[in-house]
């Protein structure tokens, strides 16, 4: 296999409540198209940054990376095997090579609990050991995540804890099982950014030990630019450009890549011109048509109003989709 994880023509539509009066007049249902067509490829060690604004998709299509959310449609490939038509059992026997780190280390831990109990519980509720050895495996994990000392660390209840180190044992119970693949959706917007540089390196050190394959979820390309080897940029449900990261932030290509770009001021990066976006993204229910950048790019053409834009390469390493690259 060329790549830990393959994924093809994902799609994840929700169906939007309807009314009392829209049952009985027999409206068709609407659906927020969060996922609409999304492929991607992880390799073996290696970290794809899936950038984009709030409402892009972004959280949604790693969830179904993991088996936490069912696709619409679509195949999702780990280690070869077809995730998606897995039984709930099946599924559960691949799930500690799969974890996620959530976002928000606030609510993904359980008040009720300590801590140390919380990273433990995946190795015994997956029958990896018995509760005395999994106690002595999470008090390793909590020291080696920079949570010392660990048997007092083990005692405490989340609220006990700073944000950054609520982070931190997010992070040991996701790699208490040594997975292969990792779902970090933004794991430092929640903390103080004094605390990023020490989170961010942690995270590297644990894909340099494990050989680890990560899809890392963030809006900021200035984060993506230090934990990432390629960049993926996603706009409402679709990925619009792709490609090795030094390529993407120092040549970006697709406009809504080059705004993104302009408005991080401390990226240190050099931009031809300064490109700002009006507006906010567009409502998932209702999608424009053709290019969906189309209501907000300051280079729109009468084409990208009807159709959407084909992928093209402009190297081996670069992909974007944008009629501004194609010779239609």
């Known amino acids: 296999m060329e ?5 093809k023509g994902l ?16 409206k068709s249902r609407l659906y927020v198209r969060a996922v609409d067509g999304v492929s991607l490829e992880i390799g073996f060690g290696e970290t794809l940054a899936l950038v984009g604004e709030s409402g892009s998709g972004k959280t949604t299509t790693g969830r179904m990376l993991i088996g936490l959310e069912k ?11 077809e995730l998606t038509k897995l039984s709930k059992k099946a599924l559960r026997k691949i799930r500690p090579r799969i974890q996620m780190i959530f976002q928000d280390p606030y609510a993904s831990l359980d008040p009720r609990v300590k801590v140390g109990d919380q990273v433990a519980q995946p190795l015994i509720v997956h029958g990896l050991c018995n509760a005395d050895e999994a106690r002595e495996r999470a008090l390793e994990i909590l020291e080696r995540v920079g949570l010392t000392p660990s048997t007092e660390i083990y005692e405490r209840y989340p609220h006990q804890l700073s ?14 099982t040594r997975p292969r693949f990792v779902v970090a959706d933004e794991p430092v917007s929640m903390i103080d950014v004094s605390l990023r540089a020490s989170i961010l390196e942690l995270l590297k050190e644990f894909k340099r030990e494990r050989n680890l394959s990560t899809l890392f979820i963030t809006h900021d ?24 990261v030094e390529e993407v932030i120092y040549n970006p290509l697709h406009p809504y ?24 993204i567009p409502n998932p229910i209702n999608i424009p048509p053709g290019c969906r950048f189309h209501t907000r790019c300051p280079f729109a053409m009468d084409k990208c109003k009807s159709y ?3 992928w093209i390469y402009v190297s081996e390493r670069h992909g974007v989709s944008c009629w501004l690259y194609s010779a239609e």
Request: charge should be positive; glycine fraction near 8%.
């Open 3 to 7: 790549a830990l994880v393959v994924a």
């Open 11 to 26: 799609k994840k539509y929700f169906p939007v409540r309807r009314t009392i009066s829209e049952v009985v007049l027999m």
């Open 71 to 81: 696709p619409t449609e679509g195949s999702i490939l780990f280690e070869g095997i």
């Open 163 to 176: 944000g950054g180190q609520r982070q931190r044992v997010v992070i040991a119970r996701a790699m208490i």
């Open 221 to 244: 390309l200035a984060v993506a630019k230090l934990v990432a080897d390629r960049v993926a940029v996603m706009y409402l449900g679709k990925i619009v450009e792709e490609g090795a």
């Open 257 to 280: 890549t080059k705004a993104l770009i302009s408005s991080v001021p401390t990226i240190g990066i050099r931009v031809l011109e300064k490109l700002k976006i009006v507006g906010e």
């Open 308 to 310: 959407e834009a084909p």
